[in-house]
T-cell receptor, first 117, second 110 residues
């Protein structure tokens, strides 16, 4: 199936641990994103990569480090996890430009539910 | 910065029509998107407007007025499965960065 897929879907871990979430897309897009959705369901962008280059870097603690080995993959590594990091993390992808009919629509993965205890 | 407002909750009856409004304040406006999100699932794309006017896709339509900073999503012939959160998102400037509103939780009742 063509999609944005991310793993793991659920992750429960202790404070202070380091964890990674992996994301892959086979939609042929050149841009990938990480969004965070908090307990109040507010969806906020964290990072965006275009062809492996960081283009959006919001005000995110430097404990969060994205890595894009190629344009189809964007992983998120989180160091020294804190209780406040508990959220749903959505990977997404799109064309950056050149697709005016669809508006370069962003497509989301299924989400990774991170719980820090 | 950007400011996006939409109602927190709405309730409507199966078979009816509901309009979900979204107002925004931004500079460098470059498109407005509506997404649907069921509980525990990913946001899924519904519609896109960049020019003023109405875009229709089956039971869903979306309207944009750039001069008023206003959009609405119109859902016709409501079905129970339409119960979900509806997210308004604005793109401004470059980088295809979307800023989302807090979402409108729609409950469809019998």
């Amino acid at each position: 199936d063509t999609a944005v897929s991310q793993t793991p879907k659920y992750l429960v871990t202790q404070m202070g641990n380091d964890k990674s979430i992996k994301c892959e897309q086979n939609l042929g897009h050149d841009t990938m994103y990480w969004y965070k959705q908090d307990s109040k369901k507010f969806l906020k962008i964290m990072f965006s990569y275009n062809n492996k280059e960081l283009i959006i870097n919001e005000t995110v603690p430097n404990r969060f480090s994205p890595k894009s080995p190629d344009k189809a993959h964007l992983n998120l590594h989180i160091n020294s996890l804190e209780l406040g990091d508990s959220a749903v993390y959505f990977c997404a992808s799109s064309h950056l430009s050149g697709d005016p009919r669809s508006g370069n629509t962003i497509y989301f993965g299924e989400g990774s539910w991170l719980t820090v205890v | 910065g950007q400011n996006i407002d939409q109602p927190t909750e709405m309730t409507a009856t199966e078979g009816a029509i509901v309009q979900i409004n979204c107002t925004y304040q931004t500079s460098g406006f470059n498109g407005l998107f509506w997404y649907q999100q069921h509980a525990g699932e990913a946001p899924t794309f519904l519609s896109y407007n960049v020019l003023d006017g109405l875009e229709e896709k089956g039971r869903f339509s979306s309207f944009l007025s750039r001069s008023k900073g206003y959009s609405y999503l119109l859902l016709k012939e409501l079905q129970m499965k339409d119960s979900a959160s509806y997210l308004c998102a604005v793109r401004a400037g470059g980088g295809n960065k979307l800023t989302f509103g807090t979402g409108t939780q729609l409950k469809v009742e019998l």
